[in-house]
């Protein structure tokens, strides 16, 4: 009977390594080429910023490069349902903001369906808006401002209906009093440059995208959206301390997948960006562009994203903001 021992350790061996090789050549090996972010709005605004920094961090954690591709226009409804159609590997992500999930409530026909199409890897940051208006329209801060959208006629310049630059202006209308007529824009580059002009008389961007025009003295700063002044922009008060009492609001950045991602890509994708979020680099580069870092779990950002929604659908039926 002892003579079969060695054959037996032999059997068993064999197979347990037979059956290590068999687990590993079933196991996702992700990432394994480029992998690329698309950003629907155009370099240099906020969503691109996040984007990139983002894609730097984890280029050099994976070895693999990470490229931002930018597909501007509705809003950020091209590029999100573009990231819907594309094949679900992990290889193609998103990173959105609030427009994506409002594209239900804003959109007659959306074009993709924000919880059923896309699995929700991690809410990056949320970050405050800045109201800006041109040097040349001779008001210094927001009470004069509301004073003279009393009395005349303003146009405001939006990125599209549901982006933070819509919403933060139309609580601002409803909590102010003062009606201001939103001008879509394709571009929020093109926003900020005819604030500057004259053309429109106030855009609310990100703070990322607003700030150096406020350190160049383009624009004047009328005002923080968030409950708190920006690390960034100490100097600059938020519109609660300016003049409109209980007013907060924020813009959420956050990465998508395909809905149908395998389980082990979309919860390895969740938890290598919620640790390279929580590193105090990343911290404190989101903090020099006026955000705070979330880096929720992937069933607390898409239950924030329900609620988020449900806040702004509301803000629509109160100020009868239907569907186009």
């Not at 800045?130 to 303003?154: D, H, P, Y």
């Not at 009093?177 to 879509?184: L, T």
């Not at 640790?275 to 404190?284: D, F, K, Q, S, V």
Request: aromatic share 8%.
């Amino acid at each position: 009977m002892k003579r079969f021992v060695p054959s037996l350790v032999l059997f068993f061996l064999t197979a347990g390594a037979v059956s290590s090789v068999c687990a590993q050549s079933t196991s996702p090996k992700y990432p394994e080429r480029a992998v690329r972010i698309v950003v629907g709005y155009s370099p240099g605004t906020t969503s691109d910023v996040f984007a990139r920094i983002i894609a730097q961090k984890l280029t050099e954690r994976w070895g693999q490069t990470v490229v931002v591709e930018n597909r501007d226009g509705a809003a950020g409804s091209i590029g999100a349902e573009a990231v819907a159609k594309s094949a679900p590997d992990g290889y193609t992500l998103m990173l959105g903001s609030n427009a994506f999930t409002l594209v239900k409530v804003l959109r007659a026909q959306p074009p993709y369906d924000p919880f059923a199409d896309f699995y929700a890897v991690t809410q990056v940051a949320k970050t405050p808006n800045i109201f800006l208006i041109g040097a040349g329209l001779n008001v210094r801060n927001l009470k004069e401002f509301i004073t003279l959208a009393k009395s005349s006629k303003l146009q405001y310049a939006s990125s599209g209906r549901g982006t933070p630059s819509h919403l933060t202006v139309e609580l601002f209308k409803s909590m102010a009093g003062v009606s201001i007529e939103e001008i879509p824009y394709k571009s929020s580059g093109q926003a900020v440059t005819d604030t500057i002009s004259g053309q429109v008389a106030l855009n609310a961007p990100g703070i990322a995208q607003g700030l150096p025009h406020v350190k160049g003295g383009r624009v004047v700063a009328l005002g923080i959206t968030g409950s708190k002044r920006s690390p960034g922009a100490p100097d600059i008060p938020t519109l609660e301390e300016a003049g409109v009492p209980g007013y907060e609001a924020y813009g959420w950045h956050g990465i998508f997948a395909p809905a149908k991602t395998p389980a082990t890509v979309a919860s390895f994708l969740t938890r290598e960006t919620i640790a390279i979020l929580n590193t105090p680099e990343m911290r404190e580069r989101f903090a020099q562009q006026g955000a705070e870092v979330v880096a929720s779990e992937s069933a607390q950002f898409t239950e924030f994203l329900r609620i988020d929604l449900d806040k702004w659908q509301k803000l629509f039926k109160q100020l009868g903001i239907k569907p186009e």
